[in-house]
């Protein structure tokens, strides 16, 4: 892990994604980057000369505030640099991390909705969503950020496996177990027999050394993975998104976005494309 960004509101759960950020980078030795956007509804095609007569003063506020905020005593010793600019939030983030070739996105969630999720709120659900590398989403504050006991949620038929190693990756840093869950729901009924066999052809597929099986029952995907990383005391919880868009991401929902507005641990997601069934477990389109 090279470069971490690290988009910033100045919000509270922005500050909690920076302090975890910082500790990652102090683990890693990775570069932080610490990004403001200040999203305007009129500006011109050159975003250095925005047209809004506030636009000066937005600035202004913007740079003390990031001064501010790049001054915390977490980044002491740290490779840090900040910039801000005029655009449209998400879109910009997902520009950047492809331009400066970002690892890893730590970003705060608010957990909130309506107008306060104006800004981190619902740009964590898109940044998620759309982002081509990991997102690190903070809800709450994490005095400590040590990751002992990750949770990985999957239906273990669906994920490509080359993706995972994103996750292993990351537990690698901390030597973390990984407990690979699948919940089962009345809507979504598979048999443990399957179960099993599905997740052990996922073991092997992925050289997975360090693990727990666990099936776990409960009224829905979300309440399963919450309630059986409470029950553990996970550190985090990982799980991948589709990035889909329009009617499909509309019947499908997001476990990942509703997880990153409920969820008081430190929730991990990567994109990763579609995967169909092959004799009763995995194999990746188009292989």
């Known amino acids: 892990m090279k470069k971490i960004l690290v988009p910033t509101d100045f919000s509270e759960q922005a500050g ?4 975890v950020a910082a500790s990652i980078a102090r683990k890693t030795g990775a570069a932080l980057h610490l990004f403001h956007i200040i999203d305007i509804p009129n500006y011109s095609d050159n975003p250095s000369f925005p047209v809004v007569p506030e636009s000066g003063l937005l600035a202004k506020q913007a ?11 977490y980044f002491k ?15 910009r983030i997902i520009e950047k991390v492809k331009e400066d070739e970002i690892d ?3 970003i705060g969630s608010h957990g909130t909705s309506g107008i306060e999720r104006f800004l981190i709120g619902s740009t964590t659900e898109k940044v998620i969503q759309f982002s081509p590398c990991p997102v690190l989403t903070i809800r709450e504050r994490i005095e400590n950020f040590d990751i002992k006991s990750m ?10 496996p080359e993706g995972f ?28 027999r399957y179960n099993l066999h599905a997740i052990d052809g996922f073991i092997k ?17 979300e309440d399963g993975i919450l309630h059986f990383a409470e029950d553990i005391g996970a550190d985090m919880i990982a799980l991948t998104t589709h990035g889909r868009t329009g009617l499909s991401h509309l019947i499908n929902g997001s476990i990942a976005e509703t997880l990153a507005e409920q969820s008081p641990r430190p929730l991990l ?18 292989r």
């Open 77 to 91: 010793g740290l490779n840090l640099t900040e910039s801000i600019e005029f655009d449209s939030t998400y879109q």
């Open 205 to 221: 597929e992925c050289k997975i050394q360090k693990y727990t099986i666990n099936i776990y029952d409960d009224g829905g995907e």
């Open 165 to 192: 190693n994103k996750v292993q990756q990351f537990a690698d840093i901390y030597n973390a177990n990984i407990h690979l869950l699948k919940v089962n729901t009345r809507q979504h009924f598979t048999t443990t």
């Open 151 to 160: 949770v990985f949620a999957s239906n273990f038929f669906e994920e490509v």
């Open 63 to 73: 740079k003390e505030r990031m001064e501010d905020a790049a001054g915390a005593p």
């Open 16 to 19: 909690y994604a920076a302090e």
């Open 104 to 106: 890893l996105i730590v």
């Open 269 to 286: 997601t990567f994109k990763t494309k579609h995967a169909h069934l092959k004799y009763g477990f995995t194999g990746a389109q188009n």
